[in-house]
């Protein structure tokens, strides 16, 4: 805390730190200055990801070690409704330019502001968001970046065995605490709500008593994370009192999954998918390719827009087919590979369960209608994994249809495996059992109904009376 406080009124590291922050994330590079921080940020190009971000130029020959001198900037508050009505400026689009600046920030660069209220934030005429306050900013290294994504697929799936490792891996809980006791006590912290919390706050309500209990510590560069992240929750609030930090970050978390091919990111995508068990999330898994076919259909629709001053290209919230592509490649070769031989379990005990339901409502359509009546007011687990598989293949034809010529390559790649082949002998050879043991019951209870329904479709005999 005291590191910090120093650091805050040492005014040539904050106009240090105002440079930095310009030269990552800024449209407007400061003029005539040339930050290098490749080797440490990874950026090799300023302008690589248009944010409609603006941060003000340092006066160097006026600023010392007491005094900062910057650029003066016209803008609007955040808090001012009119005025940003007046501009013809959209907050919509100011929340998505703080929250993708904030999200490339935290998870794909790692040196970020941790002060980011309203009154360090405005909106410039241009439709730019511009940073002021560069004293309090945070650094974080790739394994800690890491560990924020994991610890939000795990919250998301519910995972608190998985959510107390990442929190020991991070060092937020000290060596010899027992991990299946934090595991349990995060089980049941998830119970309290009736519903998933969305919003930061909500999730740390969740999580302090057992923060508490166990002795958490968050390490200091990870305190400013979680300030950063109320702070950025509450900025956005206050052009929309609906918004929800996890839920606007997700599409961005699930873009990085898919885009970075190193193993722990798509170690991370086949958490999201498999549960521990090797079962296949199937909810999980026709949400993602539906919004996949969704949001290519939406741009290969949508001509592409000038790039105007100040405009925020919202291509952070689809997907790049390639990357989709290469990730579903991945995960399918582990799901033939060894380490997937439980997940090819579980996928054959679906694909039988989808068959047995398909065959009994598509192809015989011969149940009776109580039977069928009572199915449509209380649906079962098979019935909901069988909408689900049919929902995602035909969302996943939707992509296909947008990128057949990167699909087709891959399927064919797929196609030749020979464990593909093994498994797809093992689907037909479980199909045929299955088909030989239930289509007799089901032939002869259709022919049955189908006797049934003949029989009350035909009128009454009435008898004939000779005339007298």
């Known amino acids: ?26 449209d407007c590079p400061i003029h005539g200055q040339t930050y290098n921080q490749n080797s440490k940020d990874g950026i090799t190009n300023k302008t690589k990801n248009a944010s409609g971000i603006k941060v003000p130029k340092i006066y160097w020959d006026l600023t010392r070690k ?67 306050d560069f004293g309090m900013m945070g650094d ?68 302090y008593d057992v923060m508490y209990d166990f002795n958490f510590s968050l390490p200091p560069d990870y305190a400013l994370v979680v300030r950063a992240l109320g ?19 997700y599409p961005f978390v699930i873009g990085k999954l898919l885009a970075d091919p190193n193993p722990d990111m798509r170690k991370i995508l086949r958490e999201l998918l498999i549960c521990n068990n090797g079962s296949i999330r199937w909810n999980r898994l026709e949400r993602l390719i539906a919004s996949i076919s969704e949001q290519a259909s939406e741009s290969s629709e949508e001509p592409p827009k000038s790039e105007e001053k100040g405009s925020h290209p919202m291509g ?5 087919m390639h990357a989709v592509v290469a990730a579903t490649e991945d995960l399918l070769l582990f799901i033939l590979s060894e380490k997937g031989q439980i997940v090819r379990v579980f996928l054959l005990r679906d694909i039988i ?7 009994q409502d598509e192809v015989m359509g011969c149940r009776l209608d109580a039977e069928s009546n009572a199915r449509k007011t209380s649906e079962s687990e098979d019935d909901a994994i069988m909408r689900r598989v049919m929902n995602g293949f035909g969302s996943l034809k939707e992509a296909v249809k947008l990128g057949p010529e990167v699909w087709t390559p891959m399927f064919i790649r797929i196609a030749l495996n020979p464990q593909t082949q093994r498994f797809f002998a093992d689907v037909i050879s479980a199909l045929m059992m299955r088909l030989s043991k239930k289509f007799p019951d ?27």
């Open 353 to 359: 369960r989808a068959a047995d339901i398909f065959l």
């Open 231 to 249: 702070s950025l929750e509450g900025t956005a609030k206050v052009l929309d009192p609906d918004f929800k930090v996890v839920e606007s970050a």
């Open 442 to 468: 089901t032939f002869w209870v259709c022919m049955s109904t189908l006797i049934h329904r003949v029989a009350k479709s035909r009128p009454p005999h009435t008898p004939s009376h000779p005339s007298t």
């Open 316 to 320: 952070w919230k689809s997907f790049d």
């Open 1 to 26: 805390m005291v590191r910090h406080m120093f650091d805050e009124i040492d005014y040539i590291l904050e106009a240090r730190n105002a440079e930095r922050f310009a030269s990552l994330y800024s």
């Open 140 to 207: 974080i290294p790739r394994h800690y970046r890491v560990g924020l994504i994991q610890v939000l697929v795990h919250f998301v799936n519910r995972d608190s065995l998985g959510l107390a490792n990442d929190f020991l891996s991070l060092g937020f809980i000290p060596e010899g605490v027992d991990i299946q006791s934090v595991a349990d006590a995060l089980q049941t912290s998830f119970g309290k709500g009736t519903q998933q919390s969305q919003d930061f706050q909500s999730i740390m309500n969740q999580l």
């Open 66 to 132: 007491a005094v900062l001198t910057m650029e003066w900037l016209d803008g609007i508050k955040l808090t001012d409704e009119t005025a940003l009505k007046k501009a013809c400026l959209n907050q919509r689009e100011l929340i998505d330019q703080g929250v993708y600046c904030s999200l490339r920030q935290l998870l794909e660069v790692g040196f970020f502001h941790a002060d980011p209220h309203p009154g360090n934030l405005f909106a410039t005429s241009s439709g730019f968001l511009a940073y002021l």
